[in-house]
C-alpha cells in the first residue's frame, strides 16, 4: 500500500459510455498525475496537477478530461473512447509538482474499451 | 522527440546471477533519470540520478549515469526470485517551463530458481 487508492480497478466501458475513474491521496501531497500503460508501450504521462491547477497536458485527446477538485482528490473522465485506450491508468502524487523521483503510484486502473 | 530506451526489453536468467540492465536517452535540457521497478501494478520507486559517475547504491541494487555518452546502468547482484519484474527506466527534462518526464519500455527480468 503507497497510499494512493485508485477506484475502480477494474473497468469495461462501451465506446459511447461516460465513466469517470478516481484518485486519492491522503500524504499531504500537493501534486498529482495521471499516467497511461498500454501493452508493450512506455508508460506516458497525460496530465499533471499541482495545487489543483493543471499544470501539464501532454496532448491527450479531450475524450479524457481531467479534473482535479482539492490536492487529494483527481478524476479522470471518459467518454466516447477508442478500443486503443484500452490500458492501465496509474494515478500518483507527490510533494510537488516535478517531484518524479518521490512519486508515490497507486494500484492503476485496468481499462478495457470493447 | 525526447527518446528513452532501454535493453534488453526482456531477460531470463538463474538465481544467484548478476544481472546489467540498460538505458539510453537523447533529450534536451536533461535534469535527472529515475530507475522504477514494477512486479504487478503500482512502479515503485529505486534511484534517482543526476550526476555522472557517482554510484547510488541500496542492496544488491546499484545503478550509475554517464552524462557524457547519455546512458545509465541497474546492476542486481546476487539475484532472488523475489527480483522478477519490469524494470522502467524514465528521464526528466525541462521544456517549456516545466519538467517532462519520458519512460522507456522496460526491461522484463525472470529469475529463475
Known amino acids: 500500500e503507497t497510499g494512493v487508492t485508485q477506484t475502480p480497478r477494474h473497468l469495461v466501458m462501451g465506446m459511447t459510455n461516460k465513466k469517470s475513474l478516481k484518485c486519492e491521496q491522503h500524504?499531504?501531497?500537493?501534486?498529482m498525475y495521471w499516467y497511461k500503460q498500454s501493452a508493450k508501450k512506455p508508460l506516458e504521462l497525460m496530465f499533471v496537477?499541482?495545487?489543483?491547477?493543471?499544470?501539464e497536458n501532454n496532448s491527450v485527446p479531450s475524450r479524457f478530461s481531467p479534473e482535479c477538485p482539492n490536492s487529494s482528490h483527481l478524476f479522470l473522465h471518459l467518454h466516447t473512447l477508442q478500443p486503443e485506450d484500452s490500458a492501465l491508468y496509474l494515478c500518483?502524487?507527490?510533494?510537488?509538482?516535478?517531484?518524479?523521483?518521490?512519486?508515490?503510484f497507486g494500484p492503476g486502473t485496468r481499462l478495457t474499451v470493447l | 522527440e525526447d527518446k528513452v530506451v532501454q535493453s534488453p526489453l526482456s531477460l531470463v536468467v538463474h538465481e544467484g546471477d548478476t544481472v546489467t540492465l540498460n538505458c539510453s536517452y537523447e533529450?534536451?535540457?536533461?535534469?535527472?533519470l529515475l530507475w522504477y521497478k514494477q512486479e504487478k501494478k503500482a512502479p515503485t520507486f529505486l534511484f534517482m540520478l543526476?550526476?555522472?559517475?557517482i554510484e547510488k547504491k541500496s542492496g544488491r541494487l546499484s545503478s550509475i549515469l554517464d552524462k557524457k555518452e547519455l546512458f545509465s546502468i541497474l546492476n542486481i547482484t546476487a539475484t532472488q526470485t523475489g527480483d522478477s519484474a519490469v524494470y522502467l527506466c524514465?528521464?526528466?527534462?525541462?521544456?517549456?517551463?516545466?519538467?517532462?518526464?519520458?519512460f522507456g519500455k522496460g526491461t522484463h527480468l525472470i529469475i529463475q530458481p
Open positions: 500518483a502524487s507527490s510533494r510537488a509538482s516535478g517531484s518524479f523521483g518521490t512519486q508515490y
Open positions: 500524504l499531504g501531497h500537493n501534486a
Open positions: 496537477y499541482n495545487f489543483k491547477e493543471q499544470t
Open positions: 533529450v534536451t535540457n536533461f535534469r535527472s
Open positions: 543526476t550526476s555522472s559517475g
Open positions: 524514465a528521464v526528466v527534462n525541462r521544456r517549456g517551463g516545466a519538467d517532462g518526464l519520458t
